[in-house]
């Protein structure tokens, strides 16, 4: 022991025992000798060693895990789940940290917390080996006489142990700063588990990060992270910055911030100053405005309340007019409707009399034609003259159709000749029948009804006429005979078989006056049909115009005949209708003459009340007009006042009513001088939207203006511009003073910026100096190589650039440059505590050295085992930065891969770290006779497995400490 270390207090770390945790399940390993740990990848090697962070940062969860503790591989650094579910993967997993410090040995224990992703600690005044027994069974003979888990071990379990020895439960972060880093030598409770005596243990935010920046070169000292030197050596100078110099940044922002209020003002004040004219043309023309505006809304007020009053007047004279002309329209109405009844009973008389004269007329025609009809035929019935007229029709018919055909007429000629010789022959039998000169079979008059009814029957001549006497042989005979016929339904039958010969009874009388009645028949038609001959004779002589003009002539008689035939038919009512229609049509004009005289006293009456409801019209008409022209008035000035010039309603002050005669003259003015006004108000918009572009206010003046434009607006808006106009010059004088003090601020803060390279380089030059007194390998000397960031060069250089003095604002980029300085280089918390952030401005730190036998300094990379020795020095240098004086801390220095480094670099790192209190403590996959003979201890992961019984069969590596497997050699 040397006799610095005699005057310093000790704080060492002694062994880490990691029980189903991690890939162990239960492993014991001492950090305060130089180690070497063997075994394949993926053993574990690294992640024991990393897990001494859990008990050096004073931390109880994982959340933010990477950037708390920094566990990383190749790949990245391990998340939340991965590394709680590697170091806590159970409830029976603990990790145990022995340690002793001037009060004495002390154990902390780790274990799973109550919430997620959280860890506690308990801390136990005594050495491991007092309560080794909790975790492990060493009586056991199980796994190679290595011992055995204990059965059921739980946080419960080791519980009431503890607290017998004296354990003490440390929760929160700010108790656990205070009993770690607080060293307490005159107070043993209090400082009984100290880990790290810091300076201000662990008090400050800045003391904190420049122990976990120091952990991470303790767990890099190979500094194969570019970042782990730039980190550590930027934090430590943050920890020795003063209250001043850790607020450097918060001035800086308030400069910032100023220089843009006060750009924004300087911006202002000449849009203000530029914008003047427009402010000079809107005063002038709104001044003007005002006044014309306030006279004519006061008249429109007038006008409206004397139209307002007047108006009840002409209402009341205008409904008295109003009931006049109803009383007169509705005795007129009356009137009407009396004249239109009369006039439509007059009008429908007149019509129903000239129907009755249609009629009367129409009958008059008919007995006329009919007394001729029945003229020349005095001793015949009409009946009788009807059917003569309808046999000469037919023979008119005839006559036609034989005269347009010729075949026809000598066909017709021809039957005719026929007839009347059948008609001659007929007359000449008639005349032999009645007068008896026929002679017949026999005489039906003697022989009995009944046989004379079926001869008759028979045939009506051949048994009728005269003849001898029957003989009673010949009666007896032809009784016999009819015998033989019977009557049935009216016809005869034939021995009981149906005949078709109708039963006729026999009546000589008859008999003889229906052969009379016959033959005057057939001589009248012979008669007709010689005539007709002779016609047809005499026809055969006639020319072709002679025949078209007798067509003619008997087409017109055919037609007269057959009217003539109907008049006959109807000759009884044609003479009762004459009477009849005659007398009505007589009434009908008697009465209608009565009902003119009344219609023509009606329409009289209705002239008159027609005249007297025009006159009362007219009278309505005038009152209507008057009525209206008020209201007219009244819908202008509500027009104007409400709507076209209701943007002045709020602007003006109301003056004392005065009496107005309103005229249309008066109207007319005031409609001349709305316009005007309207004209005047819209180019004082067209000014204040000019004035408005030019010079915009900072309130919401503007957005008003644009919504709802009004006098009262425009006052509001001139009353601002007035008084910003009126502070114009005292604005401009007063920003003139602030730009003076705001640059000397800045001159002042631009110092303080610079101080931090000055900080850097002593900084630097103090690890220099350092390194410049112990001996390095073949190496003369040690610089430090520290590129800072060029933004920070750049930012310099334009401050000495510019001019901060006086009362002008410097250029934008200068701001520009601190801006983006303050953004990248500056960290706050919104506190003013904001500082600048020193591990940015550092870009990196490199060590530069001279070799032996050389005069020059050489910037290669070095190899890790000069890196190794010198970041040796280094953390000591930095660490005693943060340790209380007189003490001195065991830490052990983890370099991965060990192999890499020869035998001579190793040894000298080994010296190095002794020199310095620290224990070498490297991985490698194989052992090597230098690292045997350099670090002298050694344990091999891969010899040691759990084959019997483990807590947990994914975590199988075994040490106990009994087995040999750390064997110290002599070099």
Request: proline letters at 3%; charged letters at 25%.
């Amino acid at each position: 022991m040397s006799i610095e270390s005699m005057f310093h207090e000790a704080f060492k770390m002694k062994q880490i025992v990691l029980i189903n945790s991690g890939a162990y399940c239960y492993t014991k390993v001492r950090i305060d000798q130089h180690t070497a740990l063997l075994g394949d990848n993926n053993k574990g090697k690294t992640s024991m060693l990393n897990a001494l962070k859990f008990f050096l940062l004073p931390e109880e969860n994982l959340h933010n895990c990477e950037q708390k503790f920094s566990f990383k591989s190749t790949k990245g650094h391990y998340g939340r789940d991965a590394t709680f579910g590697f170091y806590f993967p159970e409830r029976n997993s603990f990790m145990v940290l022995e340690a002793e410090n001037p009060h004495g040995a002390f154990c902390i224990i780790l274990n799973m917390g109550t919430k997620q992703y959280s860890y506690e600690r308990t801390a136990v005044p005594v050495p491991y080996s007092k309560i080794e027994h909790l975790f492990w069974n060493h009586e056991s003979s199980l796994n190679g006489g290595m011992g055995a888990p204990i059965e059921g071990l739980s946080t419960s379990q080791i519980e009431p142990t503890l607290k017998r020895l004296g354990a003490v439960v440390i929760k929160d972060v700010a108790n656990i700063k205070e009993r770690i880093y607080k060293h307490q030598p005159t107070r043993p409770d209090a400082g009984r588990f100290c880990l790290l005596p810091l300076k201000s243990g662990g008090s400050q935010a800045r003391e904190i990060d420049a122990w976990k920046r120091l952990i991470h070169l303790a767990f890099d000292i190979a500094a194969k992270d570019k970042r782990t030197l730039p980190d550590t050596i930027a934090t430590i100078i943050e920890g020795r910055k003063d209250r001043t110099e850790a607020e450097l940044n918060v001035s800086l922002i308030e400069i910032l911030s100023r220089y843009e209020t006060l750009s924004l003002v300087k911006n202002r004040l000449q849009v203000i100053r530029n914008g003047q004219p427009y402010w000079e043309r809107f005063t002038q023309n709104f001044t003007d405005l005002h006044a014309q505006s306030s006279d004519l809304m006061n008249l429109l007020c007038d006008v409206e309340q004397s139209i307002n009053e007047q108006g009840s007047a002409y209402l009341d004279a205008r409904m008295q007019c109003f009931a006049s002309y109803s009383a007169v329209k509705e005795s007129a109405d009356n009137q009407r409707e009396q004249a239109v009844s009369k006039n439509t009973q007059l009008k429908e008389l007149k019509g129903a009399i000239g129907e009755i004269k249609k009629s009367y007329d129409r009958i008059k025609k008919d007995s006329i034609d009919l007394s001729t009809a029945m003229h020349g035929y005095a001793s015949m019935t009409p009946e009788e003259i009807a059917a003569a007229l309808a046999g000469q029709v037919e023979e008119d018919r005839a006559d036609i159709n034989a005269l347009k055909d010729d075949g026809e007429f000598r066909r017709e000629f021809e039957q005719l000749t026929r007839e009347i010789n059948n008609g001659s022959q007929k007359v000449k039998d008639l005349e032999i029948l009645i007068e008896g000169a026929k002679p017949s079979l026999l005489d039906l008059d003697q022989i009995p009804t009944r046989t004379a009814d079926i001869l008759y029957s028979l045939n009506q001549e051949v048994f009728t006429g005269e003849c001898p006497p029957l003989l009673e042989g010949n009666i007896e005979t032809i009784s016999r005979f009819t015998a033989l016929f019977n009557e049935q339904d009216g016809s005869l039958t034939f021995l009981s078989s149906p005949t078709p010969v109708p039963v006729k009874h026999y009546d000589a009388g008859k008999l003889l006056q229906s052969r009379k009645e016959e033959l005057a028949s057939v001589q009248k038609r012979l008669i007709q049909q010689k005539r007709r001959a002779s016609d047809l004779a005499n026809k055969t002589k006639m020319s072709v115009e002679q025949i078209e003009s007798t067509i003619a002539a008997k087409q017109a008689q055919i037609e007269k005949d057959e009217r003539n035939i109907a008049l006959l038919k109807r000759h009884e009512f044609i003479e009762q209708e004459f009477v009849r229609l005659e007398r009505e049509h007589g009434e009908a004009t008697e009465r209608f003459e009565l009902l003119e005289a009344r219609c023509l006293e009606l329409n009289l009456q209705l002239d008159e009340a027609n005249r007297l409801v025009d006159q009362a019209r007219t009278a309505l008409e005038a009152a209507k007009e008057r009525e209206q022209s008020m209201l007219r008035w009244s819908r202008t000035v509500n027009d104007i006042l409400h709507s076209r010039l209701e943007y002045l309603k709020t602007g003006y002050q109301r003056a004392e009513r005065q009496e107005v005669v309103v005229t249309q003259e008066l109207m007319d003015a005031i409609e001349t001088r709305s316009q005007a006004i309207s004209r005047s108000f819209n180019q004082i918009k067209s000014l204040v939207s000019d004035l408005l572009v030019a010079v915009a206010l900072d309130d919401d003046a503007e957005h008003a203006h644009r919504s709802a434009v009004s006098l009262e607006t425009l006052s509001n808006l001139h009353e601002k511009y007035r008084v910003l106009y009126g502070r114009l010059d005292m604005e401009e004088n007063n920003h003139f003073n602030q730009v003076v003090q705001h640059n000397d601020d800045t001159m002042i803060q631009i110092q303080s910026i610079r101080h931090a390279r000055t900080l850097i380089s002593t900084f630097i030059k103090e690890i220099e100096n350092h390194l410049s007194s112990i001996k390095v390998s073949n190496l003369t000397a040690v610089a430090i190589d520290c590129q800072l960031h060029p933004q920070f060069d750049e930012l310099l250089k334009t401050v000495d650039s510019v001019n901060l003095t006086g009362g002008e604002l410097p250029p934008q980029v200068l701001y520009d440059r601190l801006g983006k300085f303050c953004t990248q280089f500056v960290e706050s918390d919104q506190r003013r505590d904001a500082t600048l952030n020193m591990a940015r401005l550092i870009v990196s730190v490199d060590y530069r050295v001279k070799l032996q036998g050389s005069d020059e300094f050489t910037v290669e990379a070095q190899s890790t085992g000069t890196s190794v020795m010198i970041n040796c020095r280094l953390l000591a240098f930095l660490l005693k930065e943060l340790l209380q004086a007189d003490t001195k801390v065991s830490l052990p220095l983890f370099i991965d891969e060990l192999s890499n480094l020869d035998d001579k670099n190793l040894r000298s790192a080994r010296d190095i770290a002794d020199a310095d209190g620290f224990c070498v403590f490297g991985a490698t996959p194989g052992l090597t006779s230098g690292i045997s003979k350099v670090l002298g201890n050694y344990m091999n992961l891969d010899y040691f497995n759990a084959t019997d019984q483990s807590y947990s069969p994914n975590r199988t590596i075994l040490y106990t400490g009994v087995s040999e497997s750390l064997i110290a050699l002599v070099p």
